[in-house]
């Protein structure tokens, strides 16, 4: 990729994914649209900059439509996390480290961080994760085991946490 940003959307059977991405890696990635248009509004405003062009991104695409498929794969991107704050980025790095298929806890994130006070934040955090899927923050639930906030609604969550658990049976 060169110097300039470059998106793309695509199909996944469940619904229309957008990928934006710059030269240092991954800036955004949607959830899973009921159309082309609304996906390509959720990338925002950072469109207007860049160029369509999914040869870049076409293993990605391919990646996400086997993790859709409900197919266990990686992501292991380079991100291009400049946006964000540095607490933001630690999160989300701890995030990742969330194996596919189990979920883990908005305290256990703040405690791998050696923030255990910090919960309400990492909620936050996570509700600004730019790269849904990319950055697996709908593994991250409640204490007590309820699904906890989403930026993509709790139906997306549920959604995304069956795809995962059907992987393993």
């Not at 293993?59 to 859709?68: A, G, P």
């Not at 697996?136 to 699904?147: E, I, M």
Request: with cysteine; glycine share 10%; net charge positive.
């Amino acid at each position: 990729m060169s110097g300039e940003l470059k998106y793309t959307i695509f199909d996944t059977g469940i619904g229309w994914v957008g990928i934006l991405a710059s030269a240092k890696g991954l800036l955004a990635t949607t959830l899973p649209q009921p159309s082309a248009q609304e996906a390509l509004l959720l990338l925002g405003n950072r469109l207007n900059q860049a160029t369509w062009s999914p040869r870049p991104l076409a293993d990605l695409i391919v990646r996400l439509k086997v993790y859709f498929s409900g197919h266990q794969t990686t992501f292991s991107d380079e991100l291009d996390l400049s946006g964000a704050t540095l607490f933001q980025r630690q999160v989300w790095e701890v995030t990742r480290l969330i194996p596919y298929g189990e979920t883990r806890s908005y305290l256990w994130v703040a405690k791998q961080m050696k923030r255990p006070g910090a919960v309400r934040v990492v909620g936050q955090a996570l509700g600004r994760n730019p790269l849904p899927i990319i950055i697996p923050c709908h593994r991250v639930v409640a204490s007590n085991g309820k699904l906890g906030g989403f930026s993509g609604g709790a139906e997306m969550k549920r959604c995304l946490l069956a795809i995962e658990a059907s992987a393993g049976s």
